[in-house]
């Protein structure tokens, strides 16, 4: 289910690496990129969320939280960072029969930072800063 404007809602940062660097998942939505995400649910805490909206909107269920369950927040939503090496796809919501996406795309860090939505896009050198200092 998408998020709504003030509703409590969880993400994931998904990050996978192609030869030796790591790109953003992005969903492309109307010429911008969204993260995997959505509202956190009744009988949800932000993580079962993050991983559920992650299933539903680019069918990975593989995530593996390398680097913790450390968040970012904006406004609402609650962002994880998680690497995974399955490839997404994207496929109708099981509650609207719709496609909330139109297609992905692996963004370079940099092309993540200037193509997500805005209130997103300071997630983006968060990822990237725990990743790195890392390596």
């Known amino acids: 289910m998408g998020s709504y404007k003030n509703d409590p809602g969880a993400g994931v940062v998904v990050v996978r690496k192609f030869d030796d660097e790591y790109k953003v998942l992005g969903l492309r939505l109307f010429g911008r990129y969204d993260l995997p995400k959505g509202k956190i649910e009744d009988d949800e805490d932000a993580i079962t969320a993050a991983i559920r909206e992650t299933e539903e909107e680019a069918s990975i269920s593989d995530l593996k939280f390398n680097w913790g369950f450390e968040t970012y927040q904006t406004g609402p939503i609650t ?11 994207i ?3 099981p509650e609207s029969g719709i496609f909330e996406h139109h297609g992905t795309k692996w963004l370079t860090w940099e092309e993540a930072e200037t193509s997500l939505y805005v209130y997103l896009r300071a997630s983006i050198p968060w990822a990237k800063s725990i990743i790195m200092n890392d390596q």
């Open 79 to 89: 962002i994880f960072l998680a690497e995974t090496c399955q490839d997404p796809k």
């Open 91 to 93: 496929i109708k919501n």
